[in-house]
């Protein structure tokens, strides 16, 4: 049975952020996500929804992500209505310090709360003894309210003011605001700060338990949790994924609000193996989807070798398990408008959901009509598969002297009619013609070598149609026949070859350092990843060019004006500031003539190049066209 979704119109405008643009939205979970990168305005987002929910009617805490200011190892005045945490609150000022915490989206009043309310405290004790092995205290001393905590297993007691971390006081302001009744909606920003993963699902349990719809049940609480940790995407079902708000740059938030049935029954099947590496396409702007986890493996690890910072783009490499999962996490990623990317096998652009996408996309559609060869994608792969086929049927009656095409013909011979291996057959014989097209040609009747001279231009055409929805497929088939370290039959790659010829490579791939190898062992796998998976080079060559220019400058001026004569007068020149440039350049050789014509020799620290680079230059040199690589 489906969770009742609670009616709550919201309406908000971020004009700075948003070019305009409206957010809307009447249907909420008791427990709602927002989630996106940094900068995309989920706080400012906050900020508005607290009005609007209390205009509905909600009593609403807002904490922020600077709830505990005031709590830190320090003095603090201005949050606490000139109470110092170091003294204690001040009790006299316990009203006004709760209406700063309420203003400010504070923790610090929830010590109060403790203090006047027992059943609370009774409940944050009894977590603490029995899950942190903690007694905590409030004790008054000469008008403060001082915390108190002790370890069970003995030792003294400490205040908490400046002995205990920030996870130990996050949780137990948490927890005291989780259970105020007093307030019937919370908006938590970032409540994962500080916390160990443990405590996040320990946090969110204790959520789930007062999760619901507070109008109905005075008990209940409505959540609305702003984070950048998976371990509160705790998704059970449909309607907890349509809960989520993704946050974006330059619109408003998206959500799913409806699903095709075939999508939500798939992405039903697969909630269950939901885990903290599948969440990540939440809070990534550049998910790249494949099929399993030996191509996440392979691909991330030969990035990484390479220095390919994807991160930094906003992208990270997920599997999903299968063909038709990839298509669905497509789709969904469509709806919350993130640029999704799929790296699929070859037989998914012949068979399956994704060739669906794909059929279905605007952008594919436009492609193939742009260069003037249809307007039905579908109509042209279907063409593609019938001269595929035809090729194929024609293989299998010949009888051919070459090893490569015996091979294929034998793989095709008991298939051949079988109606559900068509795809098979299509897919086997596309992968044969990429390797062997001279040959097949060679063999085939003449009535069908017109065939094989269409079928692989045309293939190329169509998958720059697929890349035009971001797309990808490996052509040769699937990963494994990129792989370089164990010798496959293309044609029959069993789990066994997979499993021998993944670890083959990987213990490959981190055993090697040189990444002008790794470019030329992989070049044709290097080209789909490449143009499929944003990343960024980080260029620490054009600013560490820039800073050796205005040396290089400064000590040609320098021995010009006779400042400089030798190594040692260049190093305690005030002007050539040595000592400065020294944590980027060593100086190696300095000769300096009569007439002051010189040459000179640095070289650049390591800490910023592998390469054992070294620049010469003399009076003549122009700084700024000398070519720099680290």
Known sequence: MGITMINIPISIQIPELWQGKTFSKNDWGSINLVVGPNGTGK??????????????????????AERLSGLEKMDYTYYTHGSQFRLGLNISQFNELKQYGENY??????????KERLDIRVKIEALFSDIFNKTIRLVEEGGFLKPKIQNNSGGAEYELKGNECHGLKEILTLLTF???????CLILDEPELHLHPQFQSFFLAEIRKLAGDPKRDPTKKLFFIITHSPYFIDLRSIDDLKSILICHYDIPPDYVNMLDPQDEYILSRFLPRFNTHHKQFFFSPNPVFVEGYTDQQIISLLFDKLNYNIFAAGSCV???????????FFRLCKHLKIQARIIADLDAFFKGKLREVAQSDCDCNDYIQQKGI??????????????????????VTKISADPDIINLINF??????????????????????IRFQTKILADVSPALQNNVNYIIPRFNLLLEAFKAANIFIFSKGEIEHYYTQTPIDYLNVTDKDK??????ERDYLLATADKTKLESTY????????ESIPQVKVNLSKHLKFQIVEWIQTVQRAISKGDVSEINGLKSNAKIDYKLFNQIIEVLELAVQPDKRFTCKIKINKSLTEFNTEIKFDEKTIPHDFVLTV
């Not at 997920?318 to 669905?328: C, N, Q, R, S």
């Not at 291996?421 to 086997?428: C, G, I, L, P």
């Open 43 to 64: 706080s400012l987002f906050a900020d508005q929804l607290k009005i609007q929910l209390a205009q509905n009617g909600y009593k609403v805490r807002l904490l922020n």
């Open 374 to 395: 249809g307007t039905d994608l579908s109509v042209l792969i279907g063409e593609l598969e019938r001269k595929i086929k035809e090729v194929a049927d024609d293989l």
């Open 178 to 184: 989780l259970y105020d009744e007093s307030k019937d």
């Open 105 to 114: 989206g504070l923790s610090s009043s929830a010590f109060v709360i403790l």
């Open 412 to 433: 095709l011979k008991p298939i051949i009619n079988t109606g559900d291996k068509r795809s098979t057959v299509v897919t086997a014989c596309t992968m044969a013609l």
């Open 318 to 328: 997920i599997d999903v398990g299968g063909k038709d999962e990839l298509a669905v």
């Open 499 to 504: 499993s021998i010829s993944f670890h083959a």
């Open 523 to 530: 070049p044709d796998l290097l080209c789909i990843l490449k």
